[in-house]
């Protein structure tokens, strides 16, 4: 199905952004993980959200994403791990895809940090998406990553479709298949030459073609290169507007302060933005 918008993250900006366009009549899809695993909903205590003193993080989460469904905002759960921007916008989450006219990120802040050689190997054997490039590998020696809740059914996946998987991880996972071999590590680095040849774990290498690094979140740069960054947060103006025609951002993406109140209100205002390109665009 094709959207007006999709908003990429169910955190506070991402579900104040879901709100505001379903307020103006727009089909929204909210891709994005369990509100019980969004960083907030470890938050003991949120005491400074105008209205709602004493909440606990999981509860906001909890109300703000029955406010969005009620709206009649759609959900999926799930990463996106490729966006594709051509005449609108097209986003991989596991194995399916959707689409929009416009995207609004608001994805929070990545956290992880990048693995060495990883960014200089991005597209050249090093890939976030198994249903978009597994198909590429098969019957070659791959590793997989496996740092996201998803990865060991990805796992399973690229070697359904003849992929010789090695799995590295810091724990075998019970859900991967038991012929996938197994490496415990935690120093990993990305070695090749014009592509990638090895993954170097706790100094042991690994050969292989290609490596999938699978988080829970992958950086908004990284699905959507030609995204504009300032210190590390994507370039907005007061719209929420991002360099890319089509696409806002909101919330923590955007840099500090990272609360909630900023992010609920330029998740807002993201929305409002992308509804008035969408009526222009009609
Ligand atoms: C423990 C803790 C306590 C805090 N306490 C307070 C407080 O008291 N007051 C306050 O104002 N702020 C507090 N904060 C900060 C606040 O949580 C953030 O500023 C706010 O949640 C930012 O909202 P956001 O929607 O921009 O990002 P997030 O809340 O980070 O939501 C983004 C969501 O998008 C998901 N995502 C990322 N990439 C992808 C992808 N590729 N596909 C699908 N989903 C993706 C992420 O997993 C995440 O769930 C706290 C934060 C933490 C961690």
Known sequence: MTYDIIVLGAGPAGLSAALGARGRGKSVLVIGNRWQDSPLAKAELVDN??????V?????????????VQAGADFVTGRAVSLMAYEGFMVTVGSDFYQSSALIL???????????????????GVSYCATCDGMLYRNRDIVVVGR???????????QSIGCKVT?????????????????KGA???????????????????????????????????????QLETEKGAIR????????VE????????????????????????????ACEYLDKLN
Do not use: W
């Not at 608001?106 to 050249?124: D, I, S």
């Not at 907005?236 to 360099?243: E, G, K, L």
């Open 49 to 54: 959200y105008l209205g709602m003193p004493g």
């Open 56 to 68: 606990t993080g999981a509860q906001m989460l909890e109300r703000f994403t029955e406010q969005a």
């Open 106 to 124: 608001a994805p929070g802040v990545t956290r992880a940090a990048k693995y060495p050689g990883e960014e200089t190997y991005l597209g050249r």
């Open 148 to 158: 996201g809740h998803e990865a060991p059914h990805e796992a399973n996946y690229l």
């Open 167 to 183: 799995y590295v991880a810091n724990a075998r996972p019970d859900v991967l298949n038991a012929e996938i071999p197994f490496v």
């Open 187 to 225: 120093r990993l680095e990305v070695k090749g030459e014009q592509t990638v040849t090895a993954l170097s774990v706790d100094g042991q290498d690994i050969p292989c073609a290609g490596i999938f690094i699978l988080r829970d979140a992958v950086a908004p740069t990284d699905l959507l290169p």
């Open 236 to 243: 907005v103006d007061r719209a929420m507007a991002t360099n």
């Open 246 to 273: 089509g696409v806002f951002a909101a919330g923590d993406c955007t840099g500090v302060p990272l609360q909630i109140a900023k992010a609920v209100g330029e998740g807002h205002i993201a929305a409002l933005s």
